[in-house]
């Protein structure tokens, strides 16, 4: 019978209103007397407690306390819902099971007709994890704490690092005439090229050191630096030394710009890399061996084209297969693959190229080029080639006699009994239908069958077939793969479906079917090998159903790590929009206090998405959080989660960022991009949509220098009305069928059409023009969305 949720005289209609406030703001609901007497508690209530409901009803929350709080804490609590107001706090609580869980808890007076309390209603949230993070972002200030002491040890000591560096740095200033001044270089610089600090000042005393087959190069690729075609370039060099040496190095040639786009300054680093050009010079001469082995083997070694052609194939094909190495080069392999083992060859031979590897092997017959046909068995694994294709490796042997004594084994064990006696021994269950006339009557069934309780002579007799004893949902689907193996001419092929046993119980099988054919080619008999797999089907849906869980929890997480109630800021109007494209995303967007009268708004993108991209946003959003506070730059707040999160950040991963403060009192908002979309500012009054487009490199390439030399920071007037939008590439990118992207110029007179109704409204509106324009084609990307409008 139902819960009584909310049993005190007078409540009237209140009772619906508490229920629907309750379940849309929370999702762990307990309802109490003003004694602390729980009157009601929710599953989630008990499933987190670990209490049954029966457990939890008549006891007060004294059964969930842990230690965690000093007796005024609570004290507290009871003087604020005691007086009729609302109590917001953080309690930690103790499981049935004895773990501790934290919960965000709301407790709301549940007012009578004499204007006091009859009872409360609190609403939780389970914020375990966010306290197990915040445990982590407090480990990460103080590591911060010491790496900021040692920075500002480390400016003093930048000069030294100049002069004494590991690697060669110059660098010199360029006039406004586009003439360059003193080449500045540091000791090792000199020692790499065989210069004097003086010498290499000079920089045509630089070329003279240079090879003259490589300066030609160099200067082609610094004329496109200031040409402004790029912004770096890195050449592998050779330097003439003094004492006669060539010297290879590595140089990374790095300008910066003014506003105007001129060249300002010119930096190079250079490595000396000759140990390592003889090392790769020695790996050379290794893989020469390597190759020298692999011509010898005794196994044929050999290359398939995606085209299905052969690349490769070692010496050994000729001396086993008689044909000249030219005479297979570039041609098909089905060319040399028997007939009718060839569809069974490509179907291998494409698992092997999808899968990147096949556990399993591969026998089949090879054209000798006498005409014979020699059995070989092979193995293959997939490689990606020097265009960046998935092609295929395989490797040979000749298994003639071993085929030739399976033969013999087979014809000594033609006689029926002696092959049902090793049959019935066989876990597996032994079948043989006969072909007649569009039936298929069954002429034998080893003794196995019984272990779905059933009896050999239940088919022999034709009183079962079958087809009567597999599942129902199955029989369609496993007639139909049967005709499309006859039509196609497969001559051996497997299937898994669910058979019934005699108890009704379900098992899956194996079926691993052979067509025997007669010398005319005609189909006679169909041999089966049915095995049980139910527990490899078991093991499979439980692996599949811990991974969609898993990720089910971890999207969940992620969810909560999100704002979805924003701070009240009377200035200020807020709403956002999140559509990850998977269960878990890599967009990240956030509200946070600097102090009293600033506010900050970012929104990032992780490339990529999944768990990587998901923890990255994680570690973004607590080390922004935890660096902003206090800070009223923007740029001085990127340049410290960068530093903070460059040394973790995964190869080949980055993360795009907008932030900006805004300043209550001023109404100046001063923002830095680093790498990500330009935010959109449309201007209460009209007119064409203003981006936001001061710059930087995005956060994880570089570890500081570079990353703080270019980025730009931003500063403009929002006022009232204005409407600013920070959004991920997710919005502007998003594609109809025919490939048309939705585009920043949609995207902004999408807003400005709506610029006179409320934010939420103005967000749903977006979404469904976005749900709308990409109905039809596939979504790759997260989409997020911040709105922010003065007042």
Not at 51 to 64: P, V
Not at 161 to 166: K, V
Not at 491 to 507: F, L
Request: aromatic share 8%; net charge negative; glycine share 8%.
């Amino acid at each position: 019978m139902p819960v009584n949720m909310f049993p005190f005289s007078g409540a009237g209609m209140k009772y619906e209103d508490w229920f629907r406030r309750g379940i849309d703001e929370h999702a762990i609901v307990a309802v109490t007397d003003v004694q602390g007497v729980i009157t009601y508690a929710n599953d989630r209530f008990c499933e987190i407690s670990g209490y049954s409901r029966a457990e939890l009803i008549g006891q007060t929350h004294r059964l969930l306390k842990s230690s965690a709080h000093p007796p005024g804490f609570f004290a507290d609590m009871w003087r604020t819902i005691g007086a009729g107001s609302v109590w917001h706090g953080t309690i930690c609580n103790r499981a049935k099971t004895g773990d501790f869980y934290w919960v965000e808890s709301t407790i709301v007076p549940l007012i009578g007709a004499d204007n006091k309390p009859v009872g409360y209603l609190a609403l939780r949230t389970d914020v375990t994890g966010l306290k197990l993070a915040e445990e982590s972002t407090a480990r990460l200030a103080h590591d911060y704490a010491e790496q900021a002491a040692q920075l500002r040890d480390a400016r003093s000591q930048l000069q030294i690092f100049f002069e004494q560096g590991p690697i060669g740095l110059s660098w010199r200033e360029m006039g406004v005439d586009g003439l360059p001044g003193v080449n500045y270089v540091n000791q090792r610089f000199c020692e790499i090229i065989g210069l004097t600090a003086e010498e290499a000042r000079d920089i045509e005393n630089v070329r003279q050191a240079t090879h003259p087959e490589d300066w030609k190069r160099q200067q082609e690729l610094s004329l496109e630096l200031y040409q402004g075609k790029a912004d770096r370039f890195t050449l592998q060099k050779r330097y003439i030394h003094k004492d006669g040496r060539l010297v290879w190095a590595d140089l990374t040639v790095v300008v910066m710009r003014d506003s105007s786009k001129r060249v300002t300054h010119h930096f190079a680093m250079l490595e000396d890399v000759t140990a390592r050009h003889a090392a790769e010079l020695e790996l050379k001469r290794s893989e020469s061996r390597w190759r020298t082995y692999v011509q010898t083997a005794s196994e044929i070694l050999y290359a398939i084209t995606p085209e299905g052609r052969f690349k490769f194939v070692s010496d050994a094909w000729t001396s086993k297969l008689g044909h000249q190495i030219g005479d297979v080069i570039g041609h098909p392999y089905t060319e040399f693959v028997h007939p009718d083992d060839l569809p069974l060859y490509v179907a291998f031979v494409n698992e092997t190229l999808e899968n990147g590897t096949n556990a399993g092997g591969i026998e089949y017959r090879v054209r000798h080029n006498d005409g014979r046909w020699i059995w070989h068995a092979s193995t293959g694994s997939a490689y990606t080639d020097r265009d960046g294709r998935r092609a295929y490796f395989g490797v040979g042997r000749d298994i003639s006699i071993r085929r030739k004594a399976q033969d013999e084994l087979r014809a000594s064990l033609a006689k029926r009994e002696e092959l049902e006696q090793i049959i019935n021994r066989s876990p597996s269950v032994v079948a043989l239908w006969k072909s007649e006339a569009n039936q298929w009557p069954v002429e034998f069934v080893s003794q196995s069958i019984r272990q779905f309780g059933y009896q050999p002579e239940d088919f022999t007799s034709r009183r079962l077939s079958f087809r009567s004893i597999t599942h129902p949902d199955d029989r369609e689907r496993v007639g139909a793969e049967v005709d499309a193996h006859a039509a196609t001419g497969h001559h051996e092929y497997n299937q898994e479906y669910r058979i019934v046993c005699a108890d009704g119980s379900i098992r899956w099988v194996d079926d691993h079917t052979v067509v025997r054919l007669n010398a005319a080619g005609q189909v006679t008999h169909h041999e089966g090998l049915i095995t049980d797999i139910t527990v490899r089907k078991d093991a499979e849906d439980r692996e599949r159903d811990l991974r969609e869980r898993d990720l089910r929890l971890a999207g969940e997480v992620q969810h909560h790590l999100r704002p979805h109630v924003f701070p009240d800021i009377g200035e200020v109007e807020i709403e956002a929009l999140s559509q990850p494209s998977t269960h878990l995303g890599g967009d990240y967007y956030d509200v946070l206090a600097v102090d009293k009268r600033r506010w900050g708004f970012v929104i990032a993108d992780v490339a990529g998405k999944g768990p990587a991209a998901a923890l990255m946003m994680a570690a973004c959003r607590a080390t922004l959080r935890l660096c902003a506070a206090g800070e009223p730059s923007a740029a001085v707040v990127a340049k410290r989660v960068n530093r903070a999160l460059h040394g973790d950040m995964p190869r080949g991963m980055f993360i795009s960022l907008f932030y900006g403060i805004l300043d209550l009192d001023t109404n100046r908002f001063n923002y830095v991009r680093a790498g990500h979309e330009p935010a959109l500012l449309l201007r209460a009054g009209g007119g064409e949509p203003e981006l936001l487009v001061a710059g930087g490199l995005a956060l994880g390439f570089d570890d500081g220098t570079v990353f703080e030399e270019t980025l730009e920071e931003g500063e403009v007037e929002l006022r009232a009305g204005d409407l600013l939008a920070l959004y991920t590439d997710g919005i502007t990118e998003a594609a109809n069928a025919a490939g048309d992207e939705f585009g920043r110029d949609r995207f902004a007179q999408a807003l400005a059409r709506h610029d006179q109704t409320s934010l939420p409204e103005m967000v749903d509106k977006l979404d469904r023009y976005l749900r709308q324009f990409s109905a039809l084609a596939q979504r790759n990307d997260d989409r997020t969305l911040l709105l922010v409008r003065p007042r």
